[in-house]
Nanobody, 123 residues
Framework: QVQLLESGGGLVQAGGSLNLSCVAS????????MAWYRQHQGKQRELVAR???????NYVDSVKGRFTISRDNAKNTVYLLMNSLNPEDTAVYYC?????????????????WGQGTQVTVSS
């Protein structure tokens, strides 16, 4: 019913930049709080950045000043611009969102995850 699809990951040298995108698709959807998480190999998934529908944002301390989360509500898309990347940013990045969708004559809200996109930063 609802899918979140990430793109934009890849291999980049330290100091470089990447811009991740996450597009939500489904029937009459409206995305609410959206977030990016990441999971380093062998570790638990951690919140990187979050944005509300009114563009209020918060970030984990390790990315403040380097990463910027933004959204385009008309396109049901959230972005993560990552600058000044370092090898510690290497991880699988996941999009997460609270999405309202229409089904069977009524609206529902549920939380969804994307499939993840690999970001690798070489030193």
């Amino acid at each position: 019913q609802v899918q979140l699809l990430e793109s934009g990951g890849g291999l980049v040298q330290a100091g470089g930049s990447l811009n991740l995108s996450c597009v939500a698709s489904g029937n009459r959807i409206s995305i609410n709080i959206m977030a990016w998480y990441r999971q380093h190999q062998g570790k638990q998934r951690e919140l990187v950045a979050r944005i509300t529908r009114s563009d209020s944002t918060n970030y984990v301390d390790s990315v403040k000043g380097r990463f910027t989360i933004s959204r385009d509500n008309a396109k049901n898309t959230v972005y993560l611009l990552m600058n000044s990347l370092n090898p510690e940013d290497t991880a699988v990045y996941y999009c997460n969102g609270d999405v309202t969708y229409y089904s069977g004559g009524r609206y529902y809200m549920a939380n969804y995850w994307g499939q993840g996109t690999q970001v690798t930063v070489s030193s």
